[in-house]
């Protein structure tokens, strides 16, 4: 099999926060901003990884939730609960103070974790939880 991973999709509740982290503190590029108000689509990825996205996106939009799944996605958004990811760098220590810089919610310092791994956390302005792990 030849398969790769083309998207993921993170909620958003501002878009214009949630671009702003995305492209002016972390640095990838705006590929495609469609909608108005809060019910935008952005894809945003790295410069040097034109086939790897992801989509920010308003959540609970599908017409298939039911209104107590909605209230649902909304608490634990409020929580940081419902949406992560994980970011790789080479340079830990670089990018989280470029990060911090950028005024984002910091959960963790770079670490050293019992399992080996090297990592940092953020909250993104959705409350989506972002790991930057250091690649060896």
């Known amino acids: 099999m030849d398969i790769t991973i083309h998207t993921t999709v993170l909620p958003h509740v501002d878009p214009d926060a949630s671009l702003a982290f995305y492209r ?18 952005i894809t945003v990825g790295p410069v040097d990884q034109p086939g790897t996205s992801i989509l ?18 909304a608490e634990m958004m409020a929580k940081g609960t419902y949406g992560w990811i994980l970011l790789a760098t080479r340079d830990l220590d670089g990018t989280f103070e470029k990060v911090q810089g950028g005024d984002a919610e910091v959960v963790q310092e770079p670490t050293r974790q019992p399992y080996g791994v090297r990592d940092c956390a953020f909250r993104d302005p959705a409350g989506n939880l972002v790991r930057i792990q250091e690649l060896g």
Do not use: C
Request: aromatic content about 6%; cysteine-free.
């Open 24 to 41: 002016d503190t972390l640095g990838f590029e705006v590929r495609s901003d469609v909608g108005q108000g809060t019910m935008r689509w």
């Open 56 to 73: 920010l996106a308003p959540p609970a939009v599908d017409p298939g939730i039911t209104d107590d799944e909605r209230r649902t996605i």
